[in-house]
């Protein structure tokens, strides 16, 4: 069973860039297609974007395309989410999931592990 501890939130301004990390034990990411969601306080967990297992292939939401962008480093065992622009309405927990299976998804029922979340706030 694979765990994933995501690193990297923090306290920013907007427009300003961050970058989190998800790194996993316990299994290697090069088995699992990986993804982003997020929720802010309030609101429905949102799916940010997912990387598939091959890393060929990326997609994302309509609210962060242009702006965010998914990589991995297998070697490292590692996700990465580099976050341009931010805004204001990009606070919030920000957490790394994983799926068996070749592509990734947008719906968070179909991911398999998820990690325990970090907090990204951008003032505006």
């Known amino acids: 069973q694979v765990q994933l501890v995501e690193s990297g939130g923090g306290l920013v301004q907007a427009g300003d860039s961050l970058r989190l990390s998800c790194a996993a034990s316990?299994?290697?990411?090069?088995?699992?297609?990986m993804g982003w969601f997020r929720q802010a306080p309030g609101k429905e967990r949102e799916f940010v974007g997912t990387i598939t297992r091959s890393g060929f292939t990326t997609s994302y939401a309509a609210s962060v395309k242009g702006r965010f962008t998914i990589s991995r480093d297998n070697a490292k065992n590692t996700i990465y989410l580099q976050m341009n622009s931010l805004k204001s309405e990009d606070t919030a927990v920000y957490y790394c999931?994983?799926?068996?299976?070749?592509?990734?998804?947008?719906?968070?029922?179909?991911?398999?592990?998820w990690g325990q979340g970090t907090q990204v706030t951008v003032s505006s």
């Open positions: 999931v994983a799926k068996t299976g070749w592509d990734g998804s947008s719906r968070y029922d179909e991911y398999d592990y």
């Open positions: 316990g299994g290697t990411v090069s088995r699992y297609s």
